[in-house]
């Protein structure tokens, strides 16, 4: 009995150790200190959640997804999912860019294609992450009710039926007793990274417009005054339609990816009437 026990939970996979030991880490003296010192209760599993439960599930399930994602790209219908989740991931990032240039600039972003596209290059990845996550954790939740509901009664079929999928869709996993065990946490953990990305994506969003799209916007679609009298000469401009101009605070702006006239310099955009030199 015991070695079947140790068999069923046996596993060398680091997510599932991750999911394991900080769910071990979070319970076992949260219970303790529940019944013998309440008052320290929520102070220690509040501590354990925020700074060790969550980084440890958002790592297991970046590792177990890359783990799916390599198995999935040798099959011909992986492909097909990925190419699908690409054009979504695409369209989603051109929208990423056209809201970080609309909040920096506050002006139409179809006026600035350059910078749209560019940024949207540097969204995708994580746009398409957004998206297989979003995917996975849908297909993982429903999957885990499922087995849930059969897991007690015929595990072995559960395990025979699994690895006959993946052997249809060519897929070089085999699942194991212990790997049952292991999908029950996936869910678990995918939500846990999409909502912790979530939460913290506004913090960085914020960060990468100061600090990089800010420039990115300047490099790609202003240039040095050379149209508008009430412009001084050399400032970076972008004219928006017939007589309209969005005017920056930058006159000295070395074109190259280390900008550094701008270096140390805040980036701010206005849009101003522009009386256009005859």
């Not at 690895?163 to 996936?186: A, G, P, V, Y």
Request: charged share 15%; with cysteine; glycine share 2%.
């Amino acid at each position: 009995m015991l070695s079947t026990i140790k068999e069923f939970f046996a596993t060398k996979k680091t997510s599932y150790i991750l999911y394991i030991t900080s769910t071990a880490i979070l319970f076992i003296p949260s219970v303790i200190l529940f019944f013998t010192n309440p008052q320290y209760f929520k102070l220690y599993s509040d501590f354990v959640i925020k700074y060790f439960l969550i980084p440890a599930y958002s790592i297991g399930f970046i590792l177990d997804m890359f783990s799916v994602i390599k198995s999935l790209w040798k099959t011909f219908i992986g492909k097909i999912i990925y190419s699908i989740f690409g054009y979504f991931a695409f369209t989603f990032s051109q929208s990423l860019a056209k809201q970080s240039i609309y909040y920096i600039t506050n002006e139409n972003p179809d006026f600035y294609q350059t910078s749209i596209q560019f940024l949207s290059a540097m969204y995708l990845i994580p746009s398409w992450i957004i998206y297989v996550n979003y995917a996975i954790s849908i297909i993982m939740v429903m999957s885990t009710l499922a087995l849930l509901l059969i897991m007690p009664f015929k595990i072995d079929k559960i395990k025979f039926f699994i690895n006959r999928f993946f052997t249809f869709m060519h897929i070089d996993i085999e699942i194991q007793k212990h790997n049952i065990i292991h999908l029950f946490f996936i869910p678990i953990s995918s939500m846990t990274f999409f909502f912790y990305s979530m939460s913290i994506l506004p913090l960085m969003s914020k960060m990468i417009d100061d600090i990089f799209i800010s420039k990115a916007i300047l490099k790609y679609s202003y240039y040095p005054n050379k149209s508008c009298n009430n412009i001084s000469y050399g400032t970076y401009i972008k004219l928006i339609g017939a007589n309209k101009v969005s005017e920056t605070n930058i006159n000295n702006f070395d074109n190259i990816l280390l900008s550094y006239g701008i270096s140390n310099k805040k980036i701010t955009f206005e849009t101003k009437i522009c009386d256009k030199i005859k």
